[in-house]
């Protein structure tokens, strides 16, 4: 059966039906988000054009090319394509559509196939094709999952109430409305509050990363570096309280916070917020700290430094990956959590962006405001996140390489 496959004829069709059904599937949903109107791929003709179009980008016979030609022409004749195109499709957007398809299909096999002959072939051309098709798709399918949520999300966030009602499904934009286009999100700061709750999520974000390194950092360290009873028990029992589920907790946190009197006050988060994040920054920090080279600070302890001022002028500054993307982390934790903020807090002044947006699911406030208080909620973090993206990286990475 394998060497069958390896054939290159029969990779090429096999592999040819495949990408074109994912091209013309990923052609379909952009068009029809993007315009409004009716795309949708075809099986059919995703088979046809496949195996015509992985047939010519293999060398080989003279005549081989000429026949996945004369098949695509036929298909184009009889009016079958690698999509199903409605007849109230405009011209320009038909036309769009049907170059996509075919375009995209074609280059994506050209590199596919790339190390492919007609005739028989050895397991690495078969397997380095099987490769690139499968390293192709994964780039497609995951981009898709992330992208076109965000993309319903904003442009759900433009419209108005009746364009909604309209055509619930008609993710087109109109830019003629120009200014009126973000009228939802002037009424947000206007009418809603959000740049109060934008504050308080700040305010309690930075808090939280601060008060968690100021606990992580020494409690990290004394972990890698320092020698006590208990040391292996503490350091395995990080993660594991890490990993108490919040719901677990949250009636007993309630109780307490409603006796105290913590409940609805900026106190009591900043407070609970870092219990969630000090024992993963432990984690991640101690891991880091094992890593760093134990002679650097030896040689500070015989200079006459004291420990803490070896934590401060020698590990700390050689510690700065890890720190960047542990406050990245702890930042983008407590900006997102939304379970103790919904449950502690009444207080409409006090509410933190998550709470905001949730008080804005009713049936009273247009689906509009929804998202785009969640649009509000994400860019901020997604700004923050790929411009130290680098550090997060770096820093998670040389904790587990090195510790």
């Not at 957007?93 to 028989?120: E, H, N």
């Not at 247009?366 to 990286?393: D, K, N």
């Not at 820093?395 to 587990?400: D, K, V």
Request: hydrophobic content about 55%; some cysteine.
């Amino acid at each position: 059966m394998m060497v069958f496959l390896r054939r290159g004829s029969v990779t090429a069709i096999l592999i040819g039906v495949l990408w074109t059904f994912v091209i013309a599937t990923t052609v379909a949903v952009s068009l029809s988000f993007a315009t409004g109107e009716a795309f949708r791929p075809s099986l059919f003709g995703s088979l046809i054009w496949g195996a015509g179009l992985g047939l010519a980008c293999l060398p080989g016979p003279r005549w081989k090319p000429m026949l996945a030609g004369l098949t695509v022409v036929i298909a184009c004749l009889l009016g079958v394509g690698p999509m199903v195109i409605a007849d109230t499709v405009s011209v320009f957007s038909t036309l769009v559509g049907a170059l996509a398809a075919a375009g995209f299909s074609a280059l994506g096999l050209w590199m596919i196939l790339d190390d492919v002959v007609f005739g028989a072939n050895n397991r690495h051309a078969f397997e380095a094709a099987v490769i690139r098709f499968c390293t192709g798709f994964g780039y497609i399918f995951f981009t898709a999952i992330v992208v076109i949520p965000f993309y319903v999300m904003v442009l759900t966030s433009l419209k108005n109430q009746s364009e909604l009602i309209q055509n619930p499904l008609d993710f087109s934009i109109d830019l003629s409305k120009g200014t009126d286009l973000f009228r939802s999100y002037n009424e947000l700061f206007v009418k809603f509050n959000f740049g109060e709750y934008l504050l308080n999520s700040f305010a309690i974000s930075v808090l939280t990363v601060i008060i968690t390194l100021l606990f992580a950092v020494p409690g990290a360290y004394a972990v890698a570096r320092l020698r006590f009873r208990g040391q292996v028990m503490f350091s395995r029992s990080i993660l594991l309280i890490y990993m108490v589920p919040m719901i677990v907790l949250a009636l007993p946190i309630y109780i307490a916070y409603s006796m105290t009197g913590l409940r609805n006050t900026m106190t009591g988060i900043i407070m609970i917020y870092p219990v969630t994040t000090i024992p993963v920054a432990l984690y991640m920090l101690q891991g880091y700290f094992r890593g760093l080279p134990a002679e650097v600070e030896e040689a500070g302890l015989m200079d006459g430094l004291s420990r803490l001022r070896v934590i401060w002028k020698i590990t700390l500054p050689l510690s700065l990956p890890a720190m960047a993307s542990v406050s990245l982390y702890v930042f983008m934790i407590a900006w997102n959590e939304f379970l103790l903020a919904f449950m502690l807090l009444d207080d409409p002044s006090k509410f933190t962006l998550t709470r905001g947006i949730a008080s804005l699911n009713s049936s009273e406030i247009p689906r509009q405001h929804l998202m785009a208080g969640s649009v509000i909620a994400t860019v901020p973090i997604m700004i923050i996140f790929l411009g130290l993206e680098r550090f997060m990286t770096k820093g998670l990475t040389a904790g587990s390489v090195k510790g």
